[in-house]
């Protein structure tokens, strides 16, 4: 989204300028095709150091600005890396008029305010989507939270025990079963599994790496939420018996046809064996989009035998994300990423159903996180 490598040269040219105000994207009309307005750029007061407050003025309304670090304009303005001169803000389509005006307003103790020219907007929301409260976390039960925003309409709050993030309006069970359909498979989530094939390989590899030493006689492996079943295949290239559940049929279906793997459609919490004894249960991409993750792990749990392990990798609410773009980040979907895990509710997850964690670990942005636990 940033366009820094455009602006190096306006920074250059504005070096001189105490106080500065600027956007990453140019200014110019917007359509709104996502789940919320994004409005992001830098203000800071040179001389003062002084970032100043930041607010955007949607046709009236105000709305503040989450500050952020942006190393890469401290950087060409020579400042320290750690001042907050980004900002960004994340607003809700469905709290905006269809067509309006969006502008940037920021003030300095030592200098007169700035704000940007007007933009034009408009957003393309659909119906909205049927939705339940959430009343308490469904990680740890607790009910004290923080919003930490709304996008479409849906609500997503912060645990105030065990720092998951989780979506407060969610959706209906005939919403969520619908969305995972036969145009969804095609249209969606294959394409995206092509596009990046050879980052996937290397990815399961790793996990496939870090199961191997907890690998028993028989070799048995679970996969929950397995799509296609692309990671059951390259698991047993590597000598895995594997099996794999997945709601969405046309996914199971085209496993079966192009892998002959051994896969069922079905709910992930209504068909994994408490009695099976595998030597691994693993949860790739998946826990995030299922309404109770506190059952499905104690599920997977019973289904292990003693010393099999449960690899869950799952989304993060603190990595770069999530943390510099909230609401607007990409991770966001609360219609179907239910979740963003944090490491505290990842390991209340596998310590309450009995499991002693080995391992923790992210990808370099801190976006995507895992736990590796162990049946005693």
Request: net charge negative; proline share 6%.
């Amino acid at each position: 989204m940033s366009r820094l490598s455009e602006s190096a040269g306006f920074l250059r040219r504005r070096t001189r300028t105490p106080a500065i105000l600027t956007l990453d994207e140019p200014p110019g009309p917007v359509t709104i095709d996502g789940g919320t307005l994004l409005v992001r750029g830098w203000a800071v007061h040179r001389a003062s150091r002084d970032p100043g407050e930041v607010q955007v003025v949607i046709d009236g309304e105000r709305f503040s600005a989450r500050r952020t670090v942006r190393p890469d304009v401290a950087q060409h303005l020579e400042l320290d890396p750690a001042l907050a001169v980004g900002f960004t803000a994340a607003i809700d389509r469905r709290r905006l008029a269809h067509r309006g005006h969006v502008r940037v307003e920021a003030t300095f103790e030592r200098a007169a305010s700035l704000k940007t020219p007007d933009i034009n907007f408009e957003h393309l929301a659909g119906d909205p989507v049927p939705v339940e409260e959430v009343g308490t976390c469904p990680v740890c039960g607790d009910a004290e939270r923080q919003i930490e925003g709304s996008s479409d309409g849906l609500r997503m709050a912060r645990c105030a025990t065990c720092a998951v993030v989780y979506t407060v309006d969610r959706p209906t069970p005939g919403f969520l079963a619908a969305r995972y359909s036969a145009a969804y498979f095609a249209d969606e989530y294959l394409p995206a599994l092509e596009a990046e094939a050879d980052a996937m390989a290397t990815h399961w590899s790793m996990l496939l790496d870090l199961l191997e030493p907890h690998r028993g006689a028989a070799s048995r492996l679970f996969e929950i939420g397995t799509g296609a079943g692309r990671f059951l295949r390259a698991a047993r290239q590597r000598g895995w018996d594997g099996r794999g559940v997945d709601i969405n049929a046309a996914a199971v279906e085209y496993g079966r046809r192009e892998y002959e793997l051994d896969l069922v459609a079905a709910p992930a919490d209504t068909e994994i064996n408490p009695t099976a004894g595998y030597d691994a249960v693993v949860s790739e991409m998946s826990l995030e989009h299922l309404p109770d993750p506190h059952a499905v792990v104690a599920r997977a749990a019973a289904a292990l035998r003693p010393g099999g392990v449960l690899m869950i990798f799952t989304v993060c609410a603190d990595g770069d994300s999530f943390t510099s773009l909230g609401m607007a980040s990409p991770l966001v979907g609360p219609a179907e990423h239910l979740f963003l895990f944090s490491q505290s509710s990842l390991e209340r997850l596998v310590t309450d159903a009995g499991l002693e964690p080995l391992l923790f670990w992210t990808d370099e942005a801190g976006d995507s996180i895992g736990v590796l636990a162990r049946h005693p």
